[in-house]
């Protein structure tokens, strides 16, 4: 005698009729009832076996009907097909994704493919609902409006960026295009740039050219780190700096009014001797005209600055001198701005001219470009020549006063 069923007979038969009334798979009936597949199935064999045989009663009693079979063979071909068009909506859809499965993402393919899906079926194997792609799709034609605003300011941010020869950052570029009467935020400009990979320049550590002469006489500090001026022509200050042409190097000696941030006068050579800063200083006195008498010429502790022919110069022209500590960059920190700014828009880190000439045409253009259009942070993004021409309005009462 075998081991006696632990499902009664009244469970089977509920089983058999859920298979026979839902019209669901008899695997999935089993899974939800707890029991094998093969087990189900052999219930559903057994009612059939006896609801058709000798006896059973007439075709109209509860054993399944042939048309009853027809329709769960259609009914099995539409789930099929159903499980086709899914795969194939996935398939297609990790290519479109290319691993961004965002809900946008997924609303953007629901709008490409909707013509051959249908949005009912796709936004159920992509798990979004119906509605919430209805609202984006409304909201269609604003997106489409604050994207092309996008790429136009894109296109002037990168415009402006070019024109500094990529020297410029988000501040400046800001400023730039608020000039041209664009209303623009410095934080939306800053992603934008940020997004197209459009950065200014950035510099690496530099070469030491400043050799300070112990045996100078002694020149006080007439700045004190105050790097301000009144007026023009009030306090210059100046240093040198070196290029890399070739396999060698060339310097350049400058003469900055504190004032405006304007170079004033330049120098280069292949030396760092005393006349390299003298000629920028004959340069600078040039550019005003010669009337600099009094004025103040800030420098480091460099041995050309201490030299006797640069005295001798700066006291012919009525220039005092005034010069920081040996070792502080902080005592000449608007000259050494300078030159970061320099070292960095003419990208001198990556640069190597081939020859003089071309550096001294890339350095004046540059020069030029940074009196005249290069919008300095200190001078109110202004730049150097127009705030001479039009100075800040705190200036005019301190003069004033």
């Not at 029991?35 to 006896?55: A, D, F, M, Y």
């Amino acid at each position: 005698m075998g081991r006696p069923s632990k499902y009664t007979q009244e469970f089977r038969a509920d089983a058999v009729e859920l298979v026979r009334s839902s019209g669901r798979p008899i695997n999935e009936v089993a899974r939800e009832l707890g029991l094998s597949h093969e087990t189900l199935r052999n219930w559903v064999r057994k009612h059939e076996q006896q609801t058709s045989g000798p006896g059973a009663g007439s075709a109209a009693g509860a054993g399944l009907s042939v048309a009853d079979k027809d329709a769960e063979i259609a009914r099995l071909r539409r789930e099929v097909a159903e499980l086709r068009q899914e795969k194939e909506i996935l398939r297609k859809a990790a290519a479109f994704f290319e691993g961004d499965g965002s809900v946008t993402s997924r609303f953007r393919f629901i709008s490409t493919h909707r013509g051959e899906h249908g949005v009912k079926r796709l936004c159920r194997v992509l798990a979004v609902s119906r509605s919430g792609f209805y609202r984006w799709a409304a909201a269609a034609p604003g997106r489409a409006a604050r994207t092309a605003a996008e790429d136009a300011l894109a296109a002037a941010i990168t415009t402006v960026h070019t024109a500094s020869g990529g020297a410029y950052g988000s501040p400046r570029v800001t400023v730039e295009l608020r000039e041209q009467g664009l209303r623009v935020n410095r934080k939306r400009v800053e992603r934008i740039m940020r997004q197209r990979a459009v950065v200014g320049r950035h510099l690496r550590r530099r070469k030491r050219t400043t050799i300070p002469d112990l045996a100078a006489a002694p020149v006080p500090d007439l700045l004190g780190r105050d790097f301000t001026a009144p007026a023009p022509d009030q306090r210059w200050c100046g240093d040198i700096t070196y290029l890399r042409v070739g396999d060698r190097f060339i310097y350049l000696a400058t003469v900055i009014d504190i004032y405006s941030r304007r170079l004033l006068g330049w120098s280069i050579n292949s030396h760092m001797r005393a006349e390299l800063v003298i000629d920028a200083l004959h340069a600078a006195v040039a550019a005003r005209g010669h009337r600099v008498h009094g004025v103040v010429f800030h420098s480091d502790r460099g041995s050309q600055y201490g030299s006797t022919a640069f005295a001798d110069a700066c006291r012919r022209y009525g220039v005092r001198r005034s010069r920081g500590r040996i070792g502080s960059s902080f005592d000449n920190a608007l000259a050494e701005a300078f030159f970061a700014s320099l070292k960095r828009e003419l990208d001198v880190d990556r640069r190597r001219w081939a020859c003089e000439a071309d550096a001294r045409r890339d350095v004046f253009r540059w020069i030029a470009f940074y009196n005249h259009r290069r919008r300095h942070s200190a001078l109110g993004y202004r730049s150097p020549a127009d705030y001479e021409q039009t100075p800040d309005p705190a200036t005019l009462l301190q003069v004033a006063a």
